[in-house]
């Protein structure tokens, strides 16, 4: 389910712009569900209220609108979902996808610019450096490279006088406007804030104008600077460098294994012209989902979309040439050697989110991690003490495609990463040879409900749920029948999928050591 990736299964790492915060997996995957369960008949109507308040349609041009109207309060909050993600970057390009969302923020050629006709020309020389700067390191030319590189960083400085610093997230918050941000995965982009409900038709000013005719070298530069070093600061973290062997390890053709941050050599590389084409292939208007929730009307939100984002031009959707990962046949290990708290990781294959157990993995995930009452919560943390921190994941580190179940745990002082695998696997295995008692399934469930409720009750997570249901499922309404899909989950489904998912054949782990260890 998607909601999984809210609440306790997030992809181990999520690029953001705006805010530039620091995301780490221990920080991501971490939860603590101490909410209260709720009854399926006390969510229920709430959910069917909410289904009658929806209004869907596609422009000729085929982008997608999905309106909830909610008119608790004066605010909206929107989401321009991008179907495209790090999967979608050709080898030798990753990062990528990151990059564009970042400059996504510096405007168009007509705003975060003082004289677009002075500003052009100026980065149509940077372009050209840029590139006979690339030929003459490839071609061993240091004088070259030295000279060339002084005549870069002064027509840097005159194009920079040009520019209105972020004049777009400026215009945003003098209006009222909150929470501008963005957020890249493997799956998908997505781009979102909230403004006052008077201001809907500013918010369709905007955000038709962001890509519509964006000008991406403006700040190119400053920014590949910015990624590279966010990239870097990775790399420093060791659980950080551990998710990616371990996904690397677990991958071996489908682009599920690469960083969303993208490779550090590929960044380097990467060109005004690598984005722009980037751009245009793959953010086309039948592409773009936009999900609008709160306090408007639907009819006068359906005649400002086409009045501006019916200017797009239509263009045939790009399909990536995803390569389809083949089944694992033996257990793959890594192992890294850093100076860390020892941390031990287990995943199985599984199928994507469209798939007719996906409801079962939650389930299984539920019960194994990692709220109190979970099982290996109370086996690891509570009764043995082996691990000082525990967390999973039904799905990751996307769900588009078939993914992993993942389970993860630090030591306690004096104890292995052997020891936990030892106890993980008894756990998993009572899975596959003892029934689910009744009463344990019906907790899971009722907490399960709980966190749907909880989650849908902001504007927000409705707008990024109802657009990701819509993009990845084919329905919006997809995501209003997934307690019928919970409810219907037996402790045979569970047994079941246990024993064609957790076995050795498909187990791909990874332990993180500290050098002497």
């Not at 920014?223 to 460098?241: F, G, I, M, T, W």
């Not at 927000?460 to 084919?474: D, H, I, N, P, R």
């Amino acid at each position: 389910m998607i909601l999984t990736i809210l609440w306790w299964g997030i992809v181990p790492e999520v690029a953001r712009t705006q805010t530039q915060t620091a995301f780490t997996p221990q920080k991501l995957l971490q939860t603590n569900k101490t909410q209260t369960p709720a009854t399926s008949s006390s969510i229920q109507p709430y959910l069917d209220e909410a289904v009658k308040r929806v209004t869907e349609f596609r422009l000729d041009n085929g982008l997608k609108f999905i309106v909830l109207e909610r008119h608790q309060a004066p605010v909206v909050s929107f989401v321009t979902y991008a179907d495209v993600g790090a999967v979608d970057e050709p080898d030798g390009k990753t990062g990528m996808a990151h990059v564009l969302e970042h400059l996504a923020f510096k405007g168009t050629t007509r705003i975060g610019t003082k004289d677009y006709k002075a500003e052009k020309p100026l980065l149509d020389r940077l372009e050209q450096l840029d590139a006979q700067i690339q030929a003459a390191k490839a071609d061993g030319k240091k004088d070259e490279v030295t000279r060339l590189q002084a005549e870069f960083e002064q027509v840097k400085l005159q194009a920079a006088k040009l520019i209105k610093q972020n004049e777009f997230g400026q215009i945003v918050r003098q209006a009222g406007g909150q929470n501008l941000n963005a957020m890249t995965s493997r799956d998908a982009t997505l781009y979102f804030y909230s403004f006052p409900a008077n201001k809907l038709e500013l918010w369709m000013s905007l955000e038709s104008e962001r890509f519509l005719e964006p000008e991406f070298r403006r700040e190119f530069y400053q920014e590949k600077d910015v990624v590279l070093e966010e990239r870097l600061q990775y790399q420093n973290l060791p659980s950080a460098v551990m998710w990616e062997k371990f996904f690397e390890t677990a991958f071996k053709v489908h682009p599920y294994r690469r960083p969303i941050a993208g490779y550090e050599e590929d960044l380097r590389n990467l060109t005004p012209k690598d984005v722009q084409q980037f751009f245009e292939t793959h953010y086309v208007a039948s592409n773009l989902t936009i999900a609008i929730v709160g306090d408007v009307n639907p009819a006068e939100v359906k005649k400002l979309a086409q009045n501006y984002f019916g200017r797009y031009k239509s263009k045939q959707k790009t399909v990536s040439p995803i390569p389809t990962e083949p089944p694992q046949t033996q257990m793959r290990e890594v192992t890294l050697h850093l100076p860390s708290q020892p941390l031990y990781l287990e995943g199985y294959h599984r199928p994507a989110l469209n798939h007719p157990d996906d409801a079962v993995y939650d389930i299984i995930g539920d019960l194994l991690c990692c709220g109190r009452t979970s099982r290996l919560y109370k086996s690891l943390v509570e009764q043995q003490q082996l691990a000082s921190d525990l967390a999973g994941a039904s799905s990751t580190p996307g769900n588009k495609y078939p993914n992993l179940i993942v389970l993860s745990a630090a030591t306690t002082s004096g104890h292995t990463v052997d020891e936990l695998a030892a106890v993980l696997h008894k756990e998993i295995d009572k899975l596959k040879t003892e029934p689910v008692a009744v009463t344990e399934l019906q907790r899971v469930k009722h907490q399960v409900r709980a966190n749907l409720l909880a989650s849908l009750k902001s504007n927000m997570a409705m707008a990024e749920q109802l657009s990701a249901y819509e993009v990845k499922t084919g329905s919006w309404q997809n995501l209003f029948k997934y307690l019928d899909e919970i409810a219907v989950v037996t402790p045979a489904d569970i047994e079941r999928v246990a024993k064609t998912t957790f076995t050795p054949e498909n187990r791909t782990v990874g332990k993180l050591l500290s050098p002497e260890g």
